[in-house]
């Protein structure tokens, strides 16, 4: 059973900073990319920062570049986004996410939901004005 458990969000007053945590149990392979999305009420889902299985490469979303860094830890199964300078449209549910990818894509961290396989269950992150 694959589970990703997300921790680390919560309420911050502009310009401070959050880092929230995801944990992937329940697979076997270590050649899986990471990513983070996030929604907020009355907008689709948006891709925010992707990294490929062994952190070597990276992808963000251009109004978070230079603000978040998506990193990882494979001995601990778990990947990050650190959120700096945070803004009050950074208000959403933030969601992590698992990519089982192929050869192909194992090098290239990909921004598309669908390539996605497993979610989390998302985690509330407020930036109050």
């Known amino acids: 059973q694959v589970q990703l458990v997300e921790s680390g969000g919560g309420l911050v007053q502009a310009g401070g900073s959050l880092r929230l945590s995801c944990v992937v149990s329940?697979?076997?392979?270590?050649?899986?990319?990471m990513g983070w999305f996030r929604q907020s009420p009355g907008k689709e889902r948006e891709f925010v920062a992707a990294i490929t299985w062994s952190g070597g490469s990276t992808v963000y979303e251009g109004s978070v570049k230079g603000r978040f860094t998506i990193s990882r830890d494979n001995a601990k199964n778990t990947v990050y986004l650190q959120m700096n300078s945070l803004k009050p449209e950074d208000t959403a549910v933030y969601y992590c996410a698992a990519d089982l990818a192929p050869p192909l894509r194992r090098d290239r961290a990909t921004t598309l939901p669908g390539e996605y396989d497993y979610w989390g269950q998302g985690t509330q992150v407020t930036v109050a004005s």
């Open positions: 329940g697979l076997a392979s270590g050649y899986y990319g």
